[in-house]
């Protein structure tokens, strides 16, 4: 599509979005408004990039610098009205000619020229609607400077730089109804899932299913909101309401509308308005544990909404009758045989997830095996990660890392990992064996190829200029690994310019599919590192029993912290305990304001938190609120992972986060991870562990020293020998 029809399809995008907007405010009665929902399934998006991970500025600077942005969107569906608005800004410190490109897909759609020393630089692209098999949109920024016209002067411009805010805005609407399979499902997916449960205290079934959906979700990157099926007095959050003016002579729509952010719940026909209102309530969920308690709370809702609608005439009684078997008959009615379905609830795709198959829908929903739900209604029988047979795995199946790519100055690929996946029988990653090869340049000269492991350089060499396949082999050390890792490759080279006015070009270099990580028996000591490798197979999960009875508070930590230390939420063994009592491990375990007899938890008493040390505590603290511990400890030849809250309340834990390092965890819920190692709070292990000197190199003064009192011994002996000798031959004259 070239630049005008871009354009012309911005206009005619927000057109559509002007008349879209205008039919969904037209009906002005009850039975006009619930007609209208029926036949509307219109599913809208909005993303910031921060959500998608970005969470600093995207700097582009210098004389050639481009970056590309994946943006999510569901596989093989359509969407409408999608654009993404670029916010950002300038700066221009060198003369010359500066400007700006934006495409997608590889499309050029807009061009800018950059004058000024410093300006606005937002950027809003109209994306065509066309179905994006693989789930992304592809958006690539190119920002170039030059400074002279005299091809031979220095073109470097540091201080022309180009910065994208993380708060720019991605959007899109699609059809609900065209998500028509559980992998689809996912795709649709928003970046924060709000997952409904039947209320606020559970029966452990679904508690445990939902602690299991939850951690596959976080895992695959959504944050999760745990949403309780309000009852008659519980109060619920009405920011962001839309309550349309057509339905505000029905009672429970009226108390909506009229109702304070926090709302206390006066009957159940408030709460089927809450089920109807689509994005805009706060009920609008995308996950739900299909429970029969679920199932008959929101049937008494919708029928006490029924009767108030149905006051206001038979043809609102009719219009509510059909909109509710089009768009609320699967939370009413179970489908059988079904492990985890998509629906269309309230016009918008919904997973909905059988309770007594939380651990096999999380296994499915893993990224082993999501992309394989090609089904609206899967029964899962089973889905584990494949055992490990043999010590290597391939690169190119931890990601797209394997290929080939032309590069001028530098190029990087990467492939990444969960820890746990690899860890089977002990085994950990080793070495890092790569097979590349490149093409040398127009001088003759090869390619610098450098390895990177959770961005720790492990190595790098100059390729030979013949362009044979070479290996590269770097050591993995233990203060590397992390619970999810990255492998980066970075090709770099010298642009070659035999003349000044030539320019520069683009020689292949390539990572070939037999590139490796061995893996070898190593012993990780008892902290986070060494918990995440026993967690991702078969482990414990212990919940206090009062835990139940506020679900979506202790869920939210439940998920968090699962995701935190990599437990494996269809390995794991689900445990309600009694508050107080001590647990007894079989596995490595999780344990929630519990803990195994004899060790002590951090924050058990009075919001205590207390580091052990010798011979007395290193810090012994109250007072602490909205924080919580999370400690590793050992029990029965166990290794597990202690959370308690700190204070009277635990911390609200939002963003995804990792714990990384030591073996106790202070979180207060602001991304923060404060940690400690107790064990070696100085790191000389670390310094010890990773001495890249080999055995001979570590041991070479004592060998020396000991080879020289050989040598001495021997010389010693050899000079009393001939001594002797000589004493010999002196008696025999």
Not at 116 to 122: F, H, I, L, R, T
Not at 314 to 340: G, I
Not at 367 to 387: D, H, I
Not at 542 to 561: E, M, R
Request: proline share 5%; with cysteine.
């Amino acid at each position: 599509m070239t630049q005008t029809g871009r354009r012309s399809f911005l206009v005619v995008s927000s057109m559509l979005a002007l008349a879209s907007s205008a039919t969904a405010g037209a009906a002005d009665s009850a039975a006009g408004q619930f007609t209208e929902w029926t036949g509307d399934s219109t599913v809208s998006r909005q993303m910031t990039l921060r959500q998608l991970g970005f969470r600093q500025p995207l700097v582009l600077s210098g004389q050639e610098s481009q970056r590309e942005v994946y943006l999510p969107v569901p596989a093989g569906v359509a969407t409408r009205d999608a654009q993404l608005q670029l916010d950002g800004r300038y700066v221009r410190g060198h003369t010359g000619r500066t400007s700006g490109l934006w495409s997608v897909d590889g499309d050029p759609i807009a061009a800018r020229s950059i004058t000024d020393a410093q300006g606005d630089a937002s950027q809003l692209l109209a994306i065509d609607g066309e179905p994006r098999e693989n789930g992304f949109v592809r958006v690539g920024v190119g920002w170039w400077s030059i400074v002279s016209d005299y091809r031979c002067a220095d073109q470097s411009a540091p201080a022309n730089v180009l910065r994208l805010s993380p708060e720019s805005r991605f959007s899109y609407r699609f059809d609900g109804r065209a998500v028509d399979t559980v992998a689809k499902a996912w795709g649709a997916l928003p970046p924060r899932v709000r997952l409904l449960v039947e209320g606020k205290a559970l029966q452990a079934s679904t508690y445990d299913a939902a602690w299991r959906i939850g951690a596959a979700l976080q895992t695959g990157g959504k944050q999760v909101d745990v949403v309780a099926l309000p009852k008659v007095g519980d109060s619920v959050d009405l920011t962001g309401i839309i309550i349309p003016a057509s339905l505000q002579g029905v009672p429970a729509y009226a108390a909506l509308a009229a109702g304070e952010r926090a709302h206390a719940i006066k009957d159940l026909a408030e709460v089927g308005a809450l089920l109807s209102l689509r994005d805009s309530g706060p009920l609008a969920a995308d996950v739900m544990i299909g429970s029969d308690a679920l199932r008959n709370g929101v049937r008494a809702a919708l029928d006490a909404l029924a009767v108030q609608v149905g006051a206001s005439g038979a043809d609102a009684a009719n219009a509510f009758s059909t909109w509710r078997a089009a768009d609320m008959a699967a939370l009413e009615k179970p489908v059988a045989n079904a492990s985890v379905s998509v629906t269309t609830v309230a016009g918008r795709p919904t997973l909905v997830v059988d309770p007594a198959a939380g651990g096999k829908v999380a296994g499915l929903l893993s990224e082993q095996w999501r992309n394989y739900a090609l089904g609206r209604s899967l029964q899962v029988a089973q889905a584990t990660a494949p055992t490990m047979e043999g010590d290597r795995v391939l690169l190119s199946r931890l990601g797209n890392i394997a290929g080939t790519q032309d590069i001028v100055t530098r190029g990087d690929r990467s492939a990444t990992f969960e820890l746990g996946a690899l860890s089977a029988d002990g085994r950990l990653p080793e070495e890092v064996v790569l097979d590349v090869s490149a093409a040398p340049n127009a001088a003759g000269q090869g390619a610098v190829a450098t390895i990177y492991f959770n961005d720790y350089l492990l190595g790098a060499k100059v390729l030979s200029s013949d362009g044979k396949p070479q290996r590269l082999v770097a050591k993995v050390p233990t203060y590397a690994l992390s619970a999810r890792n990255e492998v980066r490759v970075s090709f770099l080279r010298q642009p070659a310019r035999p003349y000044c006015h030539d320019p520069a070009t683009a020689f292949p270099v390539s990572i070939l599919p037999s590139s490796h990580l061995k893996l070898a028996k190593r012993t990780l000591g008892a902290d986070f590192i060494g918990a995440a490798s026993q967690l991702a197979h078969a482990n414990e999960v212990f919940v206090p029993g009062t835990w139940l009875q506020d679900a979506p508070t202790s869920l939210a930590k439940v998920i968090a912290i699962a995701s935190a230390v990599g437990a494996s939420p269809e390995a794991a063994s689900f445990k309600v305990v009694d508050a107080g009592a001590a647990i007894s491990p079989t596995k490595p375990y999780l344990a929630f304001a519990l803990a195994p007899s004899g060790v002590s938890l951090a924050g058990l008493k009075d919001g205590q938190l207390l580091i052990a040390g010798k011979p007395q505590p290193l810090l012994d603290l109250t007072g602490l609120e909205h924080a919580a511990a999370v400690q590793v400890a050992s029990a029965g030849g166990q290794i597990g992972v202690l959370y308690s809250d700190l204070g009277t309340q635990g911390p609200t834990l939002g963003t995804p986060f990792r714990l990384l390092r030591g073996d106790l965890a202070v979180i207060d819920g602001s991304n923060v991870v404060r940690d400690f190692d107790s064990q070696d709070p100085y790191g000389s292990r670390i310094a010890q562990d990773g001495n890249p000197q080999s055995k001979w190199e570590q041991h070479m003064v004592w060998l020396l020293l000991l080879v020289g009192i050989v040598v001495f011994a021997l010389a010693a002996a050899r000079i009393t020998q001939i001594r002797r000798r000589r004493k010999s031959a002196s008696a025999g004259h």
